[in-house]
């Protein structure tokens, strides 16, 4: 059995996959190494995918995140703008 097969290596794939999928769906970009090592000592410790999106939707940086999405689309104007101050 190569490496790549060996469920050690599997796993760590399958707990780097959550983070990034996360960061990229969420905030636009990849993890850092500090965010991935953040995001799997805690789910190592017991903390939930579900709790550790929750905590990543309610964050300060999300919210940068989101504020710098609008400014954006504010700027560019149009259609999509309106509907996305809106909330429609």
């Known amino acids: 059995m190569g490496f ?3 469920s050690e290596y599997k796993r760590k794939q399958a707990e780097n996959t959550d983070v990034a999928i996360a960061y ?4 636009g970009r ?4 500090e965010e991935v ?3 799997v000592g805690r789910e ?4 939930s995918n579900a709790a ?3 905590e990543l939707l309610e964050s ?17 104007g149009g259609f ?3 509907a996305l101050l809106s909330g429609g």
């Open 60 to 76: 300060a940086k999300y919210a940068a995140h989101i504020t710098g999405a609008a400014a954006v689309a504010v700027s560019a």
């Open 80 to 82: 999509h703008s309106c």
């Open 30 to 33: 990849a993890p850092t190494g």
């Open 4 to 6: 790549s097969e060996s």
């Open 37 to 39: 090592a953040d995001w």
């Open 24 to 27: 990229i769906f969420l905030m």
């Open 44 to 47: 190592k410790g017991g903390t």
């Open 52 to 54: 550790l999106l929750l």
